[in-house]
């Protein structure tokens, strides 16, 4: 399947220089939909892992449906002051700027292993903070799938030794 007949291109969004991926063209499209799911749930298949953790909020609409597929649960990491229970949360510098994320203290227990799913790996800040979250709760992180990788921002070099895996790249 031809992905990048289907990932929209949008330049200069949100801001002058960025080439940005829109995936809403992907989603409504069925058959990509599905196979992307699918083929991250392969790739998942015989990881023996017991979690799917997405993160607010594209990585919610591909993880979900991963973690169905593969019969585990999903987990949540969401953007700092929308989980209602007790947190853990990581602040990691962005682009522009800087974000924090938090995940529940009890969403796992001591070394379960989890699988984190996005839409897309750019620079790899994002993912590698969450790895550090769930490493913190005593979680092991298996890896890291997307659809997308921006092969020309390294994302991949900052999660060395790690089970790093996408769909398609692109190097512009
Ligand atoms: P990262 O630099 O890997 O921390 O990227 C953070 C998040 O920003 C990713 O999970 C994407 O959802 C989003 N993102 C970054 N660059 C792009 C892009 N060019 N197009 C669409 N989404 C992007």
Do not use: W
């Amino acid at each position: 399947m031809d992905l990048k007949n289907i990932i929209r291109n949008v330049p200069d969004f949100p801001i002058k220089g960025i080439q940005f991926k829109d995936i809403t063209t992907l989603l409504k499209d069925k058959d990509g939909f599905r196979y992307c799911i699918d083929q991250i749930t392969q790739h998942c298949e015989g990881l023996n892992i017991d979690y799917i953790a997405g993160i607010e909020a594209r990585g919610f609409i591909i993880g979900a449906p991963v973690a169905y597929n593969l019969g585990i649960g999903f987990i949540p990491i969401r953007k700092k002051g929308r989980l209602p229970y007790k947190v853990e949360q990581i602040t990691y510098q962005l682009e522009y700027g800087e974000s924090t994320i938090e995940i529940h203290q009890d969403a796992f227990r001591k070394g379960d292993r989890i699988m984190v799913v996005d839409d897309l790996l750019a620079t790899g800040g994002t993912t590698l903070a969450v790895f550090k979250l769930i490493e913190r709760l005593n979680g092991i992180v298996v890896g890291a799938d997307f659809i997308i990788e921006l092969e020309m921002l390294r994302g991949r070099e900052k999660l060395q030794g790690y089970e790093v895996f996408s769909l398609v790249k692109y190097d512009i």
